[in-house]
């Protein structure tokens, strides 16, 4: 579809999706494809060797335990506090951070200078969220967790191949495709209330 942005364009042997899109390896989202029969094909990010730039300093990225001690991205006082972050992740409860933003979560935590810059470049690259004065903490914990205890796929075709595999699970159980943009979407107990806006004007599905 030509609006779509969860779309991938071809150009020539190349696919681009039209925005980032990474799918989480251990998110909800694989379930749920699952379910619906909807084949995922992908493949992780190689990271082994990954490098970032901070200023003039090239180094590998602190991944782990030994490139972190090792590194030069984080100065040493940095180091200790940047260890003890990674290790509270699987402790981290994303629905108490929903009443503050995640520049404030990180101020929380007591982030600041070269490791603060860290954890908010990690932050923008597992979320595709730039401005921490304004997204949900609870958005970024959640994204963050998941992404550091699986990592994520970039899908062998583009996101396109999603699009394509949901289409295909909605014919298989005959149900009509309507042209169509939700205005809302309302949790409603076990439910989904979804507005939407077609030809035919506004209505709840």
């Known amino acids: 579809p030509g609006a779509n942005g969860a779309a991938t364009d071809h150009v020539g042997r190349f696919r681009f999706n039209r925005g980032g899109h990474a799918l989480t390896r251990k998110g909800a989202g694989r379930r749920v494809l699952a379910r619906r029969g909807v084949e995922v094909s992908g493949r992780m990010p190689p990271l082994l060797g ?81 401005d921490l004065d304004r997204v949900s903490a609870d958005l970024i914990a959640m994204q963050m967790r998941l992404v550091l205890k699986g990592n994520v796929d970039y899908l062998h075709g583009g996101w396109q191949t999603l699009l394509d595999g949901l289409a295909g699970a909605v014919r298989r159980r005959g149900v009509e495709r309507v ?17 939407v806006a077609g030809d035919d004007g506004e209505r709840v599905i």
Do not use: C, I, K, N
């Open 50 to 130: 990954a490098h970032g730039r901070r200023g003039d300093v090239v180094e590998r990225l602190p991944l782990g335990p030994v490139s972190t001690l090792r590194g030069r991205l984080v100065p040493p006082r940095g180091m200790a506090r940047l260890l003890r972050l990674a290790a509270g992740v699987p402790r981290w409860r994303p629905e108490d951070l929903a009443d503050r933003t995640a520049a404030a979560w990180f101020d929380e935590l007591g982030l600041d200078g070269a490791t603060r810059e860290l954890v908010e470049m990690f932050a923008r690259t597992t979320t595709y969220a730039a």
């Open 179 to 195: 042209p169509a943009a939700a205005r809302s979407v309302v949790p409603d107990g076990g439910r989904v209330r979804v507005t």
